[in-house]
C-alpha cells in the first residue's frame, strides 16, 4: 500500500497554533527521582551522535561483561555504550544487540544495580529498526510493556505532532517521508506518520491502527497524570509513539513516565538523543568555548569528513571557503585495490606537513556518493571508504590540537580504530547538537578534544564557525 503523502507546513503559525504548554518546570523534579532511584540509564548508541544532548557522562566503546560490572558499579546515573550498529548488516546489528543484552543481563546479576535501557538512534529514522529492539528486547528477557518512540530532536529541528514527524528546513515543517534522509540508501523508508511507518518498518507484522500514541493535547491539557494512564493502558509487547515539539513536552511525558516504571511497568525505548537528556534529569550546559575546552596554544586542527548527506557538503563548501588546507580523497581510489594504497599514503602525507606547519587541515572525500543496488552492499562500500579515513589518520604521525570528525560512522570509527578510545568522557556541546568528548588515557592520544560533529546537524557555516571559534 502506497504510504500517504503529508504537505509540509509553515512552522511559525503551526507553532502558534498549539494548546499552551504545561506550566511547571518539571526538570528539578524529575532529577531528583533520578538521584533517588536505583537503576542506572544505559544507553545504546548506534552512532556517536547520541551524546549530543547530554554532559559529564561516560561512553564506552565496548561491553565485556567486565567492563560493564565496573560501570555499574560506578553510582552515576547515566552511561552510554557506543555499539555503531548502524554501520552494520542487520544481521550483525541483532546479533550485537544480542550479546550486548545477554553482557547486561550478566552484569546486573553480578553488581545487584538494575538498569533502564534506551535503544538511541536518528531522529531521521534511520537505523535497524525493529529488528536490534527486538533482539535487546529478546536478550533482557523479553518482558516488556512496550517499546516508546521518542524522535524528537530540537536542536537538530525534528518535531512530532499528530503523530507525524518532521524535519524543519527554514520556517517550513517538512515531513520527514520527503526528506533526502527518508531516500537513505540502507534505511530508506516512504511513511511519514509514525504510525504507518513502524507498520512500513514491520512489514505489516504490526498494523498501523494497532500502534498507541500520546499526543501533545494529552501531554500539553492532561499532563503527568494523562500520561501515567496512558502507559498503564499499554497491551503487552506493543508500540507507542511519543508525540513531542519541546522539551517542555518531554518533560511531561518522563515525569509521567517515571510514575508509570515505579508502578511496575517496564519498556524498552527507541529514540533520538533529546529524550535521554530529560530521562537523566539533566539540565543543558551553556555551550563550551575555547577557554572551556583548555586547548594548546600551538598546533593545527585535523577535520575529518565522511558524511554525504547534503548539510554537510555545504558545509564543507562553506569551511574551503575560508582557504583552509585541504586534502581530498578519491573515494573511486579508495575503493580500488591497485590505487587505495598510495592514496591513503598521499592523504597521510599531506597532513602530517600541514600539522607540522601548525595550520588546520581538513581532509574530506569527493562529494559524488557511490552506492549500490542492495542496502548491505551501500554499507559495505561506506565502510570501506571508512576504512580509508581511518588508515589516513593512523599513518599521520602528529598530535593535532583537536579533531573533529563529520558524520556518524565516521566518527565512531575515528574513536573506536582509529584512537584506540575505550572511554571516554562527554564534557557537552560546542554547538547546539554537536559533542565534544575528552578520550581517555588508554587512547592514542590521551586527553584529546574530539568533536564529533553529526553528518546532519547544524547551518551551513556552522563547521567553519567551529574552526574560527577555536583558533588560537
Known amino acids: 500500500m502506497a504510504a500517504k503523502v503529508e504537505a509540509a507546513i509553515p512552522a511559525s503559525p503551526f507553532f502558534a497554533g498549539l494548546p499552551s504548554e504545561w506550566?511547571?518546570?518539571?526538570?528539578?523534579?524529575?532529577?531528583?527521582?533520578?538521584?533517588?532511584?536505583?537503576?542506572?540509564?544505559?544507553?545504546?548508541?548506534?552512532?556517536?551522535?547520541?551524546?549530543?544532548?547530554?554532559?559529564?557522562?561516560?561512553?564506552l566503546t565496548a561491553w565485556e561483561v567486565e567492563l560493564l560490572c565496573q560501570e555499574l558499579a560506578d553510582p552515576s546515573p547515566v552511561c552510554y555504550i557506543l555499539t555503531n550498529s548502524r554501520s552494520l548488516p542487520a544481521a550483525d546489528a541483532i546479533a550485537l544487540n544480542g550479546t550486548l543484552g545477554r553482557n547486561l543481563t550478566s552484569a546486573v546479576q553480578q553488581v545487584g544495580r538494575a538498569v533502564t535501557i534506551v535503544s538511541r538512534s536518528d531522529s531521521t529514522l534511520r537505523g535497524h529498526f525493529p529488528?536490534?529492539?527486538?533482539?535487546?528486547?529478546?536478550?533482557?528477557?523479553?518482558?516488556?510493556?512496550?517499546?516508546?518512540?521518542?524522535?524528537?530532536?530540537?536542536?537538530?529541528?525534528?518535531?512530532?505532532?499528530?503523530?507525524?514527524?518532521?524535519?524543519?528546513?527554514?520556517?517550513?515543517?517538512?515531513?520527514a517521508g520527503q526528506t533526502p534522509f527518508a531516500a537513505d540508501a540502507a534505511f530508506g523508508y516512504r511513511s511519514s506518520n509514525l504510525r504507518d511507518w513502524v507498520a512500513e518498518k514491520t512489514a505489516g507484522r504490526v498494523r498501523a491502527e494497532e500502534v498507541a500514541s500520546i499526543s501533545l493535547e494529552d501531554l500539553r491539557c492532561g499532563g503527568p497524570d494523562c500520561v501515567t494512564e496512558r502507559l498503564a493502558a499499554l497491551p503487552s509487547g506493543s508500540y507507542c509513539i511519543v508525540n513531542a515539539v519541546s522539551y517542555r513536552d518531554l518533560e511531561v511525558f518522563v515525569?509521567?513516565?517515571?510514575?508509570?516504571?515505579?508502578?511496575?511497568?517496564?519498556?524498552?525505548?527507541?529514540?533520538?538523543?533529546?529524550?535521554?537528556?530529560?530521562?537523566?534529569?539533566?539540565?543543558?550546559?551553556?555551550?563550551?568555548?575555547?577557554?572551556?575546552?583548555?586547548?594548546?596554544?600551538?598546533g593545527g586542527c585535523l577535520i575529518i569528513v565522511g558524511s554525504y548527506v547534503p548539510r554537510t557538503t555545504a558545509q564543507v563548501a562553506a569551511l574551503l571557503a575560508t582557504g583552509i588546507r585541504r586534502v581530498e580523497i578519491n573515494v573511486a581510489a579508495l575503493l580500488?585495490?591497485?590505487?587505495?594504497?598510495?592514496?591513503?599514503?598521499?592523504?597521510?602525507?599531506?597532513?602530517?606537513?600541514?600539522?607540522?606547519?601548525?595550520?588546520?587541515?581538513?581532509?574530506?572525500?569527493?562529494?559524488?556518493?557511490?552506492?549500490?543496488?542492495?542496502?548491505?552492499?551501500?554499507?559495505?562500500?561506506?565502510?570501506?571508504?571508512?576504512?580509508?579515513?581511518?588508515?589516513?589518520?593512523?599513518?599521520?604521525?602528529?598530535?593535532?590540537?583537536?579533531?573533529?570528525?563529520k558524520g556518524g560512522i565516521t566518527s565512531s570509527d575515528i574513536a573506536t580504530r582509529g584512537l584506540g578510545v575505550r572511554r571516554a568522557w562527554v564534557q557537552g556541546q560546542v554547538l547546539p547538537g554537536v559533542?565534544?568528548?575528552?578520550?581517555?588515557?588508554?587512547?592514542?592520544?590521551?586527553?584529546?578534544?574530539?568533536?564529533?560533529?553529526?553528518?546532519?546537524?547544524?547551518?551551513?557555516?556552522?563547521?567553519?564557525?567551529?574552526?574560527?571559534?577555536?583558533?588560537?
Not at 44 to 54: C, E, H, K, N
Not at 370 to 382: D, E, K, R
Request: proline share 8%; with cysteine.
Open 23 to 59: 506550566p511547571m518546570d518539571l526538570r528539578p523534579m524529575i532529577r531528583a527521582r533520578v538521584d533517588a532511584s536505583a537503576p542506572k540509564l544505559v544507553v545504546l548508541d548506534d552512532d556517536p551522535t547520541g551524546t549530543q544532548t547530554v554532559h559529564d557522562v561516560p561512553v
Open 131 to 175: 529488528h536490534e529492539v527486538d533482539a535487546l528486547a529478546d536478550a533482557l528477557g523479553g518482558d516488556f510493556d512496550a517499546c516508546l518512540l521518542v524522535p524528537f530532536f530540537e536542536e537538530g529541528g525534528r518535531y512530532t505532532a499528530a503523530d507525524v514527524h518532521y524535519v524543519a528546513e527554514g520556517d517550513r515543517l517538512i515531513p
Open 255 to 298: 515525569a509521567g513516565l517515571l510514575d508509570a516504571e515505579a508502578a511496575g511497568k517496564r519498556f524498552i525505548y527507541r529514540t533520538a538523543s533529546s529524550f535521554v537528556q530529560v530521562r537523566a534529569g539533566q539540565t543543558p550546559r551553556p555551550l563550551l568555548t575555547c577557554t572551556d575546552l583548555a586547548l594548546p596554544a600551538t
Open 336 to 405: 580500488d585495490p591497485a590505487r587505495r594504497e598510495a592514496e591513503i599514503a598521499c592523504a597521510a602525507g599531506e597532513v602530517n606537513a600541514a600539522l607540522a606547519a601548525s595550520d588546520d587541515v581538513l581532509v574530506y572525500t569527493s562529494r559524488r556518493l557511490v552506492t549500490a543496488g542492495a542496502p548491505s552492499a551501500s554499507l559495505a562500500i561506506g565502510q570501506q571508504v571508512s576504512d580509508g579515513l581511518i588508515a589516513i589518520l593512523q599513518t599521520v604521525a602528529l598530535r593535532p590540537r583537536y579533531l573533529i570528525a
Open 435 to 472: 559533542p565534544v568528548w575528552v578520550t581517555g588515557p588508554e587512547s592514542r592520544h590521551p586527553d584529546l578534544t574530539y568533536i564529533v560533529f553529526p553528518g546532519n546537524v547544524g547551518a551551513e557555516n556552522a563547521l567553519a564557525e567551529i574552526v574560527n571559534a577555536l583558533r588560537p
